[in-house]
């Protein structure tokens, strides 16, 4: 079954073939009756209107056409063509904007989900920890140029940094360092520290860390008094 475009591409096709035979038709009537009254090509020029409209003089041509024998052109199908073939292209405007409006729907309805799952299923920060790490590497340089390096995993989910070796995992000989400073632990993944009422505290960035642990993403400078340890996925 032939769709509306179809419909109204043939529309136009035939009211444009109708304009153009009603334009011959209107040539060869009128040149055989000029011919036949003894008029020339000039004449052509008073028969002009009769292609559009039936004036006096259209009328009067058409009766001699009876004694000629044509049958006398009739500006009335001239304008049916005409009506069919913008009826059509009327037809193919309406499916036209259709198509555009169908689009911009499909663009706005894309552009909606690309915003719904935007605020539903937001990515991560490329600073978020995977859920997935399974270890995480604590390093820093310290001031005699010793490098300290430590990791915190699920085998060994926590560790505390401090001075006195009996209270502490990691120790770090700095008079500036608690006894027990800094308590870094792995949960699901993550990685958390959480300050022991250390004498300089524990800063992340220039955030201070207090008790409440506080969450660590790859690359944070985490500090402990006067060390700066950097944080990353082992």
């Known amino acids: ?17 109708g304009v153009v035979l009603c334009v011959l038709w209107w040539a060869m009537f009128y040149s055989r ?33 009876s004694l000629v024998g044509y049958w006398p052109y009739e500006p009335f199908f001239l304008w049916l063509s005409g009506g069919v073939f913008a009826v059509g292209a009327i ?19 894309n552009r909606m989900s690309s915003m719904g799952q935007s605020a539903t299923t937001k990515p ?7 859920p997935a790490v399974a270890s995480w590497l604590v390093s820093a340089i310290l ?17 505390i940094v401090g001075r006195d070796p009996n209270q502490a ?3 770090i000989a700095d008079d500036a360092i608690s ?20 004498t300089n505290g524990t800063k992340v960035g220039n955030r ?19 060390v700066v340890f950097t944080i990353s996925t082992a």
């Open 1 to 17: 079954m032939a769709s509306k475009d179809d419909w109204a591409q043939k529309l136009m096709l035939g009211g444009l073939a």
């Open 33 to 65: 009756v000029i011919a036949f009254t003894g008029g020339g090509a000039r004449d052509f020029s008073q028969v002009a209107g009769c292609l559009i409209y039936s004036s006096a003089p259209c009328v009067i041509i058409k009766g001699i056409s």
């Open 91 to 109: 037809l193919r405007s309406g499916q036209a904007q259709d198509k555009v409006r169908s689009a911009d729907g499909a663009m706005g309805l």
């Open 124 to 130: 991560s920060s490329p600073l978020a920890p995977d």
């Open 143 to 159: 001031s005699d140029g010793q490098i300290l390096k430590f990791d915190i995993n699920r085998d060994a989910p926590y560790k």
């Open 169 to 171: 995992d990691v120790v």
């Open 179 to 198: 006894r027990a400073h800094a308590r870094i632990e792995w949960r699901d993944g993550d990685l958390w520290v959480a300050d022991l009422k250390s």
């Open 208 to 226: 201070a860390v207090g008790a409440e642990p506080q969450r660590l993403y790859p690359s944070d400078k985490l500090q402990l008094g006067p």
